[in-house]
């Protein structure tokens, strides 16, 4: 079952203020309940972590970042 949280929770578990939530929710569309018109928002943790997996950037190693690096980390020990 899906677990709806009111916006400060959220924004405990994840870090993100509440300002930006309230922003994706009304910008990027993210999914929301509310039991009355001026009720609490409340927002499905699932409908939230899905649209964090989709906005999520891939990062492509650099074979010369990653040489650097690793000379570096060899120094450090």
Request: hydrophobic content about 35%.
């Amino acid at each position: 079952m899906t677990q709806y949280v009111p916006i400060k929770t959220l924004c405990q578990q994840t870090g993100l203020c509440e300002k930006t939530i309230r922003g994706l929710i009304r910008k990027h569309g993210l999914a929301f309940h509310r039991n009355s018109e001026r009720g609490k928002i409340l927002v499905s943790t699932e409908d939230f972590e899905k649209y964090m997996k989709s906005t999520k950037n891939k990062i492509q190693k650099d074979a010369f970042v990653a040489d650097i690096l690793r000379e570096f980390a060899e120094a450090v020990r």
